[in-house]
């Protein structure tokens, strides 16, 4: 179980590494790698304490390993969840032939017209099990998990990658795909 500081410092990469890194005043190549010594830096500058240290701990100890560390430890990159425009260079990869994916019951009824849409996100986020969509949809309300027939999907060319911590992604993920309970 990470500790609170662990928590924190690992909030402050997601915010930063994902969607404003501008808010530490630090610059995400278009790889979404970033400098861990310019991190450090700017977070000192809005007055929060981080080092290599501390941030090696996050990286290691995150229950869903948010984040990958270059060779040398001197890169940091977020694994998945971006809004900012990111190349991950992640390879299509043939899915299972079903992936699960979790929501709340207002959305359902955009959902039925519009499919699932990445929304501020640069994919639509799926996983391999139904209990991760289930935690997925519960940070919203009562979860509600839709099933995704990936299999027909992929063989009609709609392409899927996987992120270096097991998420599934997809661009979009037309209505005719899914199965609603
Ligand atoms: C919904 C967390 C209306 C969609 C999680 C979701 C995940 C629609 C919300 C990762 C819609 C977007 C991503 C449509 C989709 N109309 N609503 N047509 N299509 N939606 O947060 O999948 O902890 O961008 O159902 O564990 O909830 O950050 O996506 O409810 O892996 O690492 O629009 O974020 O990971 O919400 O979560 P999000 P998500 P981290």
Same mark, same amino acid.
């Given at each position: 179980?990470?500790?609170?500081?662990?928590?924190?410092?690992?909030?402050?990469?997601?915010?930063?590494?994902?969607?404003?890194?501008?808010?530490?005043?630090?610059?995400?190549?278009?790889? %979404?790698?970033?400098?861990?010594? +310019?991190? =450090? $830096?700017? /977070?000192? !500058?809005? %007055?929060?304490?981080?080092?290599? +240290?501390? =941030? $090696?701990? /996050?990286? !290691?100890?995150?229950?869903?390993?948010?984040?990958?560390?270059?060779?040398?430890?001197? !890169?940091?990159?977020?694994?998945?969840?971006?809004?900012?425009?990111?190349?991950?260079?992640?390879?299509?990869?043939?899915?299972?032939?079903?992936?699960?994916?979790?929501?709340?019951?207002?959305?359902?009824?955009?959902?039925?017209?519009?499919?699932?849409?990445?929304?501020?996100?640069?994919?639509?986020?799926?996983?391999?099990?139904?209990?991760?969509?289930?935690?997925?949809?519960?940070?919203?309300?009562?979860?509600?998990?839709?099933?995704?027939?990936?299999?027909?999907?992929?063989?009609?060319?709609?392409?899927?990658?996987?992120?270096?911590?097991?998420?599934?992604?997809?661009?979009?993920?037309?209505?005719?795909?899914?199965?609603?309970?």
């Amino acid at each position: 179980m990470s500790d609170q500081s662990t928590v924190k410092t690992s909030k402050l990469l997601s915010l930063v590494l994902r969607h404003r890194p501008e808010a530490i005043g630090i610059e995400v190549d278009p790889h %979404g790698w970033a400098s861990v010594e +310019e991190i =450090i $830096a700017g /977070a000192r !500058r809005q %007055g929060t304490s981080i080092d290599r +240290e501390s =941030i $090696a701990r /996050a990286v !290691r100890e995150n229950d869903k390993q948010r984040f990958t560390l270059s060779d040398d430890g001197n !890169r940091i990159r977020a694994n998945q969840g971006h809004s900012i425009k990111v190349d991950l260079e992640l390879a299509p990869l043939e899915p299972p032939p079903q992936v699960f994916h979790g929501t709340v019951a207002r959305f359902l009824d955009s959902i039925r017209q519009q499919g699932l849409v990445p929304g501020t996100r640069q994919h639509v986020h799926l996983s391999a099990d139904e209990k991760t969509a289930l935690i997925v949809g519960s940070r919203r309300g009562k979860p509600i998990v839709l099933e995704v027939d990936s299999g027909a999907m992929s063989r009609d060319g709609l392409p899927f990658y996987r992120s270096a911590n097991g998420v599934w992604l997809t661009d979009f993920v037309p209505a005719r795909y899914l199965t609603f309970p």
